[in-house]
């Protein structure tokens, strides 16, 4: 990125108010350095300030994608990735992902699981401006049970080697349990993720089952919350989700078998819903081709139709929404394409951009610097070209990226 004045002023043709849920005509956005110190219409612009015109564009507060795996993808090897690659494979491409995903619009992820401290390595480069991506809140290692969706399953037992505990998060029992969460703090974790039950994308049996009980699942979120940690839950099935709701995390992640009782405990408690409503197009689409086994096939069946009209109750239910897509499991960058299926699936344009951006904020406990155009917050905003309450596909196609205050990307100026 090429050096950039101080002061910066962004004339906007629309911009998308996602705290009042309207659109405001002809803003000017005030920018001193990382932070946005005035909005409003007819603002006197000082002579020193790099006017940005976007005047026909309409303008929004950057993305933020609750649920990533920023540091992977996969390759088209389904056994490669897991016998032949070491964490240096991964940790030399994490960037390229991180670069696209910022590229996209999206100026925030929480990145919810990834081997060998990556994620917190990524993390740190891209604060320190080393590299271009998104601001970052990583889980590290993937809390599970033996044998839960967070461990290497369907390998014979007798191969005489074990994932050294750099890679995974497997553990068992309460105190096991706190113990990881604490190793995961100490080396880098902003939030904590577990497994409350099974998964699609592992070669356990089930789909949902439940992986730890209520007791572990407790002393994960409140271990967790002493150091000063939100906790979010991998979860399909409805024990699973309920078990994790009562034990007090943040947000569910996958949601999809929910029942009227799921939904009634979430509103009770404010729990958010984060569900990867696009993934199913792309797995049945391309894993089979991409090596996955069929087992992991037959699941997805299982899920993928469910999974959205569970996303459907729940928003007629009043649950609270925040944007997550799993990226990583279909190409980085591409995380937008999830905007179409919350707006089919009953969000109304304007608040599936609110759960991208103020929603997602508040369960990553940053609303005070993110999430909005408000004076006082960071200056992460992006650009499109038309309305996208008019037209929600048109986030997947950003044209303007400003990070912490610096342009990344313009492709606006005339
Ligand atoms: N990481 C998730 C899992 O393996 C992906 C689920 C994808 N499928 C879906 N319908 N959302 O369980």
């Given at each position: 990125v090429a050096a950039q004045s101080r002061l910066k002023a962004i004339k906007a043709g629309?911009?998308?108010d996602v705290v009042s849920g309207t659109v405001l005509n002809q803003q000017v956005i005030l920018i001193d350095s990382n932070t946005i110190v005035n909005i409003g219409s007819g603002l006197a612009i000082p002579a020193n300030a790099e006017v940005i015109d976007l005047s026909h564009a309409t303008v929004l507060p950057g993305l933020i994608d609750c649920h990533t795996h920023i540091t992977s993808q996969p390759s088209g090897d389904y056994y490669g990735d897991i016998?032949?690659?070491?964490p240096m494979d991964y940790a030399v491409t994490a960037h390229i992902y991180a670069k696209r995903t910022l590229q996209a619009g999206f100026t925030t992820c929480r990145d919810v699981g990834a081997a060998a401290f990556i994620d917190v390595a990524l993390r740190n480069a891209i604060n320190a401006g080393e590299i271009e991506g998104p601001r970052l809140q990583v889980a590290t290692l993937f809390i599970g049970s033996t044998?839960?969706?967070?461990d290497l399953n369907g390998f014979s037992p007798f191969l005489s080697f074990q994932l050294p505990k750099e890679m995974m998060g497997v553990a068992d029992g309460v105190d096991a349990l706190r113990k990881q969460v604490r190793y995961n703090i100490k080396y880098g974790a902003d939030v904590i993720k577990f497994g409350a039950g099974a998964g699609v994308?592992?070669?356990?049996?089930?789909?949902?089952?439940?992986?730890?009980s209520l007791e572990e699942m407790k002393a994960i979120v409140e271990e967790a919350k002493m150091w000063g940690r939100k906790t979010c839950a991998h979860a399909h099935g409805t024990d699973a989700i309920k078990q994790a709701i009562r034990a007090g995390v943040a947000s569910v992640e996958h949601g999809s078998f929910l029942d009227a009782e799921a939904i009634q405990l979430m509103k009770q408690q404010g729990t958010y819903l984060v569900a990867d409503i696009y993934n199913d197009d792309y797995i049945m689409s391309e894993y089979k081709r991409l090596g996955y086994p069929q087992k992991i096939l037959d699941k997805e069946q299982l899920v993928g139709r469910t999974q959205r009209e569970s996303f459907a109750k729940a928003v007629k239910g009043g649950v609270k929404i925040a944007y997550g897509t799993d990226a990583g499991v279909y190409p980085h960058g591409w995380n937008g394409k999830q905007f179409y299926y919350m707006v089919k699936y009953g969000l109304t344009p304007i608040q599936a951009i609110q759960a991208a951006t103020i929603n997602a904020a508040d369960l990553l406990g940053w609303k005070e610097r993110i999430g909005?155009?408000?004076?006082?917050?960071?200056?992460d905003i992006i650009a499109i070209e038309g309305n996208p309450l008019d037209d929600?596909?048109?986030?997947?196609?950003?044209?303007f990226v400003m990070k912490d205050g610096k342009v990344y990307k313009n492709e606006l100026k005339k």
């Open positions: 629309k911009v998308i016998f032949r690659k070491t044998g839960s969706h967070g994308l592992s070669e356990e049996e089930s789909v949902g089952a439940p992986q730890f909005s155009i408000t004076k006082g917050k960071w200056a929600i596909t048109l986030l997947e196609k950003v044209k």
